[in-house]
């Protein structure tokens, strides 16, 4: 009997089965919810740029209408910048939920305003929230044990085995063919929900597509691992429970166990500021720059902006461009710590990509994040535009203090905005 007749006997035989069909209908319903969770969550941040956008300039322009110069523009007016979720990103939601997605930031000094908001929280990202990706790292694993774990003993068990194995002209086949045809059916039923969401959402082909070969490639590492051990002389003298134990076992330690266990030996190996410290040291010297001689802003300040060095006369006790001069030398202090703490970051991330390999479940969902452009590189893309973006609008106000230019409501119409693409018709379609 060849295998092709093996997987059309199989597949009748599952159609039989109605704890197979009631066990694949509340897989598809819990990928369905997820796919759901995602896009709802998506649609939500979606939808709160577009609205925070809107209102950020309507209260800009408001502000800027009624300032009397630069200074006072610069130090009231915020700027939002925001990451915007790709088009694959309700399928694996990341470290979105860990890192900032969304800033409002003024021309004061960058750093506090940074990671005064930090929101890293590493015990979140062993689990994480219940979003596709969650799905196939997590539970899609115990749903092919599920499935699979008695594949042998249960026929043992049924005094069918001898019967089977001497009527299949290669029992290995029968086995084989019985898996496959399982976990297609499993397959179908974790991925229809996504090709639907995926459609809804307009995700690209090439996006799509590579999410369904990470769970297609996990599927098949799963089947095959719990083959393995269901063939082996241990397993033949083991019930189904016994089996069953021992692949949750080896589930718990790949799947948690081992996450865990490297996160903390990360945290141990790659040592690192935090936020706080960040924040605090930049907010010490500009707090204590109100007490310091002018000269010793101005010659911090110089030594990074040569070009102001016959601006820097002062008429008064205070003057804005003294002002933020101090805020950018307050950045400066904090700076090796912030690079200290981004390198540090990028360092733990590229450490975790490596012992990924030894959790596949880990591997999954760090490949699904990046993917979806929702990973710790997406991150700290983000934060790179963010400080961008703060050099632009320093640049743009810097020659209008130090000059004294006066103030002008139509020179500020060129005032840097922050960019990003939002694809507005995915909230239409998703919603419709």
Same mark, same amino acid.
């Given at each position: ?6 997987? $059309? ?16 209908? $509340? ?107 969650f799905l196939i790292s997590v539970l899609l694993p115990l749903f092919v044990i599920l499935l699979l774990h008695d594949i042998r003993s249960a026929e043992r068990e049924a005094g069918r085995y001898d019967l089977l194995i001497t009527t ?47 769970? $297609? ?66 907010? %010490? ?16 300040? &110089? ?63 760090? &490949?699904?994040?990046? $993917? ?31 000059? %004294? ?7 500020m119409s060129g005032l840097p905005q922050f960019t990003q693409p939002i694809n507005t018709s995915k909230n239409a379609k998703g919603n419709s």
């Open positions: 009997m060849n295998i092709i007749s093996n997987l $059309i006997r199989e597949a009748k035989f599952l159609t039989k089965q109605r704890y197979v069909l009631m066990f694949l209908g $509340i897989v598809f319903f819990l990928a369905g919810f997820s796919v759901w969770s995602g896009i709802s969550e998506t649609q939500s941040q979606l939808t709160t740029i577009e609205r925070l956008l809107e209102k950020d300039a309507i209260d800009r322009n408001r502000v800027l209408e009624k300032q009397a110069d630069y200074g006072s523009a610069a130090y009231y007016s915020f700027h939002l910048t925001y990451s915007p979720p790709s088009d694959i990103a309700f399928a694996a939601m990341g470290q979105r939920d860990i890192y900032p997605w969304k800033h409002r930031i003024r021309m004061l000094a960058l750093e506090g305003q940074i990671y005064e908001t930090d929101a890293d929280n590493p015990e979140l990202s062993f689990l994480g929230k219940f979003d596709f990706a299949a002209r290669k029992q290995q086949r029968l086995w084989l063919s019985r898996a496959i045809v399982l976990c297609s059916a499993l397959a179908l039923a974790i991925l229809i929900p996504f090709v639907v969401g995926a459609w809804l959402f307009k995700a690209s082909l090439t996006s799509a597509g590579l999410i369904v070969l990470v769970v $297609i490639a996990h599927l098949l590492f799963w089947m095959l691992l719990t083959l393995a051990y269901t063939a082996s002389k241990a397993a033949s003298k083991q019930s189904s429970a016994q089996t069953a134990s021992v692949l949750l076992a080896i589930w718990l330690s790949v799947s948690v166990l081992i996450p865990v266990a490297s996160d903390i030996a990360i945290e141990e190996m790659v040592q690192s500021p935090n936020g706080g410290e960040i924040v605090l040291t930049q907010r %010490e010297f500009v707090n204590d720059a109100w007490d310091l001689p002018f000269a010793a802003t101005w010659e911090a300040f &110089l030594a990074t902006h040569p070009q102001w060095q016959d601006s820097t006369q002062m008429d008064s006790q205070f003057e804005w461009k003294w002002y933020y001069a101090f805020q950018q030398v307050g950045d400066q202090k904090a700076g090796a710590l912030s690079q200290a703490y981004r390198d540090a970051t990028l360092e733990k991330d590229a450490w975790a990509s490596r012992l990924a390999f030894i959790s596949p479940p880990m591997l999954a969902q760090r &490949l699904m994040s990046s $993917i979806a452009d929702t990973d710790t590189q997406a991150a700290m893309r983000y934060e790179q535009q963010i400080r961008d973006y703060h050099q632009a609008l320093r640049q743009f106000y810097y020659p209008l203090l130090f000059n %004294e230019t006066e103030y002008s409501v139509e020179k």
